[in-house]
Nanobody, 119 residues
Framework: VQLQASGGGLVQAGGFLRLSCAASGSIFNENVLGWYRQARGKQRELVAAMTTGGSTNYADSLKGRFTVSRDNAKNMVFLQMNGLKPEDTAVYYC??????????????WGKGTQVTVSS
């Protein structure tokens, strides 16, 4: 499974960004696609994730500002980030977990895309 994320960059506080991630390979038709982030000096943390069936999971602190969505036909996942704050500055990683097949439960990670929010 390969994951290619895009859409990161530098934005002022209060601004918005939309991240995209395309998954390819043996992702299986039932899967979880989502995003984690890791700020400098901190542990990687869940941002948001979405199953093929549409169930979502968000970090409580990000509900209302971040929205995850996906295009199942294209195996893509998106993260709309609004009202960005300097503390949202981090490397954002796309991840995928197949929910069937020989790779069931295996976590796959993209290389990450930097998001920097200036104050």
């Amino acid at each position: 499974v390969q994951l290619q994320a895009s859409g990161g960059g530098l934005v002022q506080a209060g601004g918005f960004l939309r991240l995209s991630c395309a998954a390819s390979g043996s992702i299986f038709n039932e899967n979880v696609l989502g995003w984690y982030r890791q700020a400098r000096g901190k542990q990687r943390e869940l941002v948001a994730a979405m199953t093929t069936g549409g169930s979502t999971n968000y970090a409580d602190s990000l509900k209302g500002r971040f929205t995850v969505s996906r295009d199942n036909a294209k195996n893509m996942v998106f993260l709309q980030m609004n009202g960005l704050k300097p503390e949202d500055t981090a490397v954002y990683y796309c991840y995928a977990v197949p929910l069937g097949g020989m790779n069931y439960g295996v976590e796959y990670w993209g290389k990450g895309t930097q998001v920097t929010v200036s104050s």
